[in-house]
């Protein structure tokens, strides 16, 4: 009789994980909270493509420390993104505040995210760039379980259910 081991992050696999993300300054950025845990598919992109290498091999009850720079993170601030518009261009019936995140038309119909980052008058500044963008972010982790995937969740690129064995048998 084989003994049971602890699955290992890798591709394809439905990984849950309580976290914490802080900043340079040791300042807390988002916490995965008292909701439970985050979900996601290991190798599809569902997150920063640095924590994602720094969970590899990595299994459950395993605690780890990863550190993620820009260009695996958010990437690099482009001064380019940062666009000064009219209040004009947003329907009427919308409250614009600083820190508002929305979705821009780009020019081939594409939707771009961006920001609302500061407003004067009738002159709003809006960011194309992620917060992140350009930040060196350190997160805190706790993995809480691994599972292989499902045909369908590897299709749709990510977890159908907001769960994940503790662990798993090993061939």
Do not use: C
Not at 30 to 53: K, Q, T
Request: net charge negative; charged share 30%.
């Amino acid at each position: 009789m084989k003994g049971k081991r602890a699955a290992v992050i890798g591709d394809g696999k439905v990984v849950a994980i309580h976290y914490t993300l802080k900043n340079e300054e040791g300042e807390l950025i988002d916490e995965s909270g008292d909701d439970g845990p985050l979900y996601y598919l290991h190798g599809s992109e569902n997150i920063v493509p640095g924590l994602e290498a720094g969970l590899v091999g990595r299994s459950v009850g395993e605690r780890v420390r990863v550190e993620v720079h820009p260009d695996e993170g958010y990437g690099s601030h482009d001064p380019q993104g940062v666009q000064i518009v009219e209040r004009d261009v947003f329907p009427d019936d919308i409250d614009i505040e600083v820190g508002m995140h929305f979705g821009a038309e780009g020019p081939d119909g594409e939707v771009i995210p961006a920001w609302v980052t500061a407003i004067e008058g009738d002159k709003l500044t809006i960011d194309l760039n992620h917060p992140l963008a350009g930040k060196v972010l350190f997160f805190d982790v706790q993995i809480e379980g691994v599972r292989d995937a499902t045909a369908q969740e590897l299709e749709q690129g990510q977890p159908e259910e907001n769960e994940a064995d503790e662990d798993e048998d090993e061939d």
